[in-house]
Nanobody, 118 residues
Framework: QVQLVESGGGLVQPGGSLRLSCAASGSVFRVLTMGWYRQAPGKERELVAA???????NYADSVKGRFTISRDNAKSMVFLQMNSLKSEDTAVYFC????????????WGQGTQVTVSS
C-alpha cells in the first residue's frame, strides 16, 4: 500500500498563490505517476495535473499557464504550485498516485481545502 499526506492548503485572495505538497510513504516503488485532483461542492472530482517525468505532464485546460506540477523522486513527494488563483479554484485538493501513465488514481490522500476568496 501507498500512503499519501497533503499539506499547504488554506485561504488565499484572488490573484494569490499557494503551494501544495504531498508526501508518499509505504510501497512507493509501485508508484509511476503522481498528481492532483480537486472536487468542488456539487461537482465531480477532476484531474488538475499529473506528472510522470518532468517532460511528461498533463494539466486541466482551466489551470494551464497558472499551475505547475513537480516531483522529487528522492523524497517521494509531489508539489503543485498554484498562481493567479481564482474563486473557481476553490475545492478540496487530493493527492493521488498511480501505477500507469496516463494517470490512474490508484492511491489517494485525505485532501486539503483550498479556498480562494476576498
Amino acid at each position: 500500500q501507498v500512503q499519501l499526506v497533503e499539506s499547504g492548503g488554506g485561504l488565499v485572495q484572488p490573484g494569490g498563490s499557494l503551494r501544495l505538497s504531498c508526501a508518499a510513504s509505504g510501497s512507493v516503488f509501485r508508484v509511476l505517476t503522481m498528481g492532483w485532483y480537486r472536487q468542488a461542492p456539487g461537482k465531480e472530482r477532476e484531474l488538475v495535473a499529473a506528472i510522470y517525468t518532468p517532460s511528461m505532464t498533463n494539466y486541466a485546460d482551466s489551470v494551464k499557464g497558472r499551475f505547475t506540477i513537480s516531483r522529487d523522486n528522492a523524497k517521494s513527494m509531489v508539489f503543485l504550485q498554484m498562481n493567479s488563483l481564482k474563486s473557481e479554484d476553490t475545492a478540496v485538493y487530493f493527492c493521488s498516485a498511480g501505477h500507469r501513465w496516463p494517470m490512474t488514481g490508484d492511491y489517494w490522500g485525505q485532501g486539503t481545502q483550498v479556498t480562494v476568496s476576498s
